[in-house]
């Protein structure tokens, strides 16, 4: 599986950070045409993106663009500027029902088939925002096929729900719900940003209670989080250490025909096989001590 750990916001209308984001190591970069846009650049930041997304160094990074709401006057051409431009992934905000996605899975099918990009190669990442939206999150993560994250934003959850960012009991409930959501759909789920970019500490507290959930990763704003995040969600020696003694294990069992995996007479099921290939996978990026 691709670890989707990190998810840098890059602004559309920053033109020094889009041609050199890429540097900086993020699991995938979202490029921004939405709130981190002004009125007046949304036309400028969209160009932007579109040769952004076209620049030859980020040809191994996972690309995402935010584009601004379709019921807006900028988000079919938002759409259009991002998909022809050949963006992995197309974030949708302000997600709060299945009938956003199909609307949006319409307008996709539309464009490539007039591109000439593969039918089915845009791929999709509900943003869940509103009280309707987490209550419908279910529905909202397995509505479409192209759908392949669903992600949580909290600033305008929490005006939602007439409240504010605290020490995290105002999201437990919607953290619970999308990440649920996302598990029933077999997608990622990215956890809410950290704003206060100068507060390590209470960074690095958000990311082990996302973490300890069962997130995937966490939506950033500042590259200076990447490698903590990456830090934090990477195994420990000892974890790499026992997975690949449950992947031999397994292997050894399937070879002999075995249809029951033991190791140091603990039964080995398919769940803890699947976990310690994911934990090997992440090895790969680092390990901790």
């Not at 990074?61 to 938002?78: A, H, M, Q, Y």
């Not at 192209?146 to 939602?160: E, G, N, T």
């Not at 995937?216 to 200076?224: H, I």
Request: hydrophobic share 45%.
């Amino acid at each position: 599986m691709k670890p989707r750990r990190s998810m840098l916001f890059i602004p559309g209308a920053n033109a020094a950070m889009l041609s050199t984001s890429f540097v900086y190591g993020a699991d995938a970069v979202m490029f921004d045409l939405e709130d981190a846009v002004a009125l007046r650049e949304k036309d400028t930041a969209r160009l932007l993106v579109y040769h952004a997304l076209q620049h030859p160094f980020y040809q191994n990074v996972e690309k995402v663009v935010r584009i601004n709401p379709l019921n807006t006057p900028f988000g079919l051409s938002d759409l259009e500027a991002a998909v022809r431009g050949g963006v992995n992934i197309v974030r949708l905000p302000k997600t709060d029902s299945k009938e956003d996605v199909l609307e949006l899975e319409k307008h996709i099918e539309r464009i490539e088939l007039v591109c000439g990009r593969e039918a089915g190669s845009t791929k999709i990442m509900a943003a869940v925002e509103s009280a309707m939206g987490v209550v419908n999150a279910v529905e909202i993560a397995t509505s479409s096929p192209r759908m392949v994250a669903i992600a949580l934003a909290a600033f305008d959850y929490v005006m939602d729900m007439g409240t504010c960012r605290g020490d995290g009991t105002e999201l437990f409930y919607a953290r619970c719900a999308v990440l649920h959501a996302a598990r029933v759909a077999g997608i990622a789920a990215y956890d809410a940003v950290w704003s206060d970019i100068n507060n390590e500490e209470g960074f690095l507290k958000e990311v082990k209670l996302a973490r300890g959930l069962g997130f995937n990763g966490k939506s950033l704003v500042n590259p200076r989080q990447i490698e903590l995040l990456h830090q934090a969600y990477a195994p420990t020696r000892k974890e790499v250490e026992h997975a690949f003694e449950v992947i031999a294990a397994a292997k050894e069992a399937e070879s002999r025909g075995l249809g029951v995996v033991s190791l140091h007479g603990k039964m080995v099921d398919g769940p803890i096989i699947d976990h310690a290939r994911k934990v090997v996978t992440l090895s790969a990026s680092g390990i901790r001590d």
